[in-house]
């Protein structure tokens, strides 16, 4: 079973399935949510948004951007529980 992902205090309606998409970033575009996004790879930080609630763990290690306390990385991260997001 996959996880709920809420986006600017919008539920998307499939829940995340990591058999579908390889991350977030995946997960986002397919449903039409624009967010930043330059390398995929962890490296530039472009994809760097607000983590509110839940957790998530990085597909490939911990990525080699800067993210600072209540911040993830779209292009390399999967949800391991329910997660609020907010997205500029």
């Known amino acids: 079973m996959g ?3 809420c986006v600017n205090e ?8 990591d058999q ?3 991350n977030l970033l ?16 962890g490296f530039c930080g472009a994809c760097r948004v607000d983590l509110h609630q839940g957790t ?6 911990e990525p080699l951007a800067f993210i600072r306390d ?13 997660i609020k997001l907010s997205c500029d």
Do not use: A, W
């Not at 919008?10 to 399935?17: A, G, P, R, S, V």
């Not at 911040?71 to 329910?82: A, G, H, K, Q």
């Open 10 to 17: 919008q539920i998307i309606e499939t829940q995340f399935d």
């Open 26 to 41: 995946e997960f986002l575009e397919h449903h039409n949510i624009e967010t930043h996004f330059h390398c995929r790879d």
């Open 56 to 61: 998530v763990e990085y597909t490939n290690g």
């Open 20 to 22: 579908t998409h390889k």
């Open 70 to 82: 209540g911040e993830i990385l779209l292009c390399c991260s999967v949800p391991t529980t329910d």
């Open 3 to 5: 996880h709920k992902v």
